[in-house]
Each structure stands twice: as C-alpha cells, then as structure tokens.
C-alpha cells in the first residue's frame, strides 16, 4: 500500500500545475500580508484605548442594527468583550507573526481545501481519460488498494499543503509584524466571559479542527471522479458545492436549521474557543455527522469504482 500511496505522490507533484497551485496559495497568504499591514492593523498606536472605544460604539450600532444577520450580531458582541477587556486590562492589541496566523488558519485552510479539490477530482478520473488505468488495474493491485492509495494520496496533499502554507504564514508574517509574542495569550470569548490560552495552543488547535472542512471537500471531489469519471464535472462540481457551503456556513451561522448542515460542521473551534452555533449542538454530534457524510460519499463512489469497466 504504501508504495501505491508514493507513486500516487510521485503523480502529483511531478505535474507543472500542481506548483503553480501551490504558488497562489502561497500568494494568497501574502497578499492577506500587506492588506493587513496597509490597513495598519500591525501597529500599535498611541492613542490605542480611543480608538477601541470607538470601536466599541461602532460594534454596539452594529448588534443594535435590525436587519443585521445572527452571525453579524454575535461577533460585534465578541469584539466588544474583547475590547473591552483590553481596555480593563490595559493590554493594547498588536499583530504579529504568530496572532496573523491564528486569525487566518480557517482562511488558509480554506484555500488549500480548494487547490485540494483540483488534485482529487482528477486524480482517479484522469486515469480514466488518458487510459493508463488499463495499466493500474492490470498490476497484482486489488481495485481496493488502489481506490484507497489515490483517496490517501489526496488527503495526505491536502494536509500537507495546508500546513506547509501555515508554516510559509508564520515566516512571511514574522519579517513584516515580528516573530515575538508565541509566549503571549489568544484571548477568546466563551460563555460571556473572556477567557486565554497560550498562542500555540490556539494555533495548532485551530489547524486540526478545521480539517473537517478539507475531509469534506477533498472527498466529495473524489467521490465524483470516481464514480463519474469527468475531470472537468469532478473539478467544477465540487468547487461549486464547496465555495457556497463554506458562505452559507457563515452567513446562517447561528440558525436551527444549520445543525444539519454539514458545512456547519467543518469547523470545530467553537467548541474550545467559544460556543456552538446552535443551543444544544455538542463535538460529538459534529464528529458523528461528518464521518456519516464521509461515510456515504465512499459507499457510492467505492461500488462504482470497483464495478467499473474499463474496457
């Protein structure tokens, strides 16, 4: 299996396209760079304590708006506690390498997700196209290990990229805001309380619970190249699906109707690092409905990759 899974990876990263996936990856991140520092949110100013009362007054007019959406209430709340606690606590806010990249990693892992779906909606339907299946299926290989070595191959993509694109975060982030303050606090808010961790706990945290999200994405794309065998439909679908499940996911965040939405369920922060969306909604509810998901798209595409013919 595991020689299956190298030459899979092999295939990937041989292609030219692959790179230059990577490489807009790797320019989002920095594009988010400078509109920060433009913005000069990265500095901290002098008069810091009026300009997050004002803020506060902003985010109060927000939250008292009528036509304001949930998800748009709840975070002024949260901005205003935090605010708030800042002043309370004369702590000015600041930027640097490490609090970009734990605001961000939900952002980066969402575009990783995406460059992720081009590699896996074509990485069993490709073969189909150029008929060097015909070569795969005619080594000693079952159709299983075949099917998983390509599935394992594409998530092992996805994570790695996801977390080579944090790592490049923290670099480029560290030579315009400053590698200090790994040993400061995140500061959050839970159950209207302010609350810390250390930032390296937020990080890595907020890596690993957003993998919900490119498990998801990357498996609805295989599933689709494997069971229908179109690179483009594969590719295209999936992008689809994805990019407006992950904006109604924050546009409806809040509603009942959300907690069986899977999308919904892609991201697990809430769960340590503030509350659930919905009353009631617990981690293992979350966990249970996306291996289900997981659970049905390869209960579609294993029978039909297995039974195809290929003749």
């Known amino acids: 299996m595991i020689s299956f899974i190298r030459n899979e990876n092999m295939k990937i990263y041989k292609r030219k396209r692959t790179w230059v996936m990577i490489a807009i990856v790797l320019l989002y991140v920095l594009v988010q760079i400078v509109n920060l520092k433009t913005a000069g949110s990265g500095t901290t100013s002098d008069n810091w304590r ?20 949930k998800i748009e209430i709840k975070q002024a709340e949260k901005r205003t506690m935090l605010n708030q606690y800042y002043l309370d606590q004369n702590i000015p806010p600041s930027t640097n390498a490490w609090s970009f990249v734990v605001s961000q ?3 980066i ?5 995406l460059i992720s779906v081009i590699i896996a909606g074509e990485i069993v339907s490709a073969e189909f196209v150029s008929g060097t299946i015909k070569l795969l299926l005619t080594r000693s290989a079952s159709r299983t290990k075949i099917y998983l070595s390509k599935y394992i191959a594409a998530i092992l993509f996805g994570l790695s990229l996801s ?7 923290i670099l480029l982030g560290g030579f315009v805001f400053g590698f200090d303050g790994l040993v400061d606090s995140y500061f959050y808010v839970k159950d209207q309380a302010v609350r810390e961790v250390p930032t390296l706990q937020a990080l890595l945290a907020g890596y690993v619970l957003n993998i919900p999200f490119l498990l998801i994405t990357i498996t609805l794309a295989f599933m689709i190249s494997a069971a229908f065998r179109s690179t483009t439909f594969s590719i295209v679908i999936s992008l689809l699906v994805s990019m407006t499940g992950f904006s109604i996911a924050i546009a409806m965040d809040g509603w009942a109707w959300t907690k069986y939405f899977v999308f919904s369920h892609t991201d697990l922060t809430p769960f340590l690092y503030g ?26 595409s294993y029978p039909l990759f297995v039974k195809c013919d290929v003749s």
Request: glycine residues 4%; negative net charge.
């Open 275 to 300: 509350n659930p969306s919905v009353d009631g909604l617990t981690l293992g509810f979350s966990l249970i409905f996306i291996v289900l998901h997981l659970a049905v798209m390869h209960l579609i």
């Open 163 to 169: 977390a080579a694109s944090i790592l490049v975060s």
């Open 105 to 107: 990693v939900r952002n």
């Open 50 to 69: 009026a300009q997050l009362e004002q803020e506060n007054v902003q985010f109060s007019k927000e939250a008292a708006n009528p036509d304001a959406l």
């Open 109 to 113: 892992i969402f575009t990783t997700s």
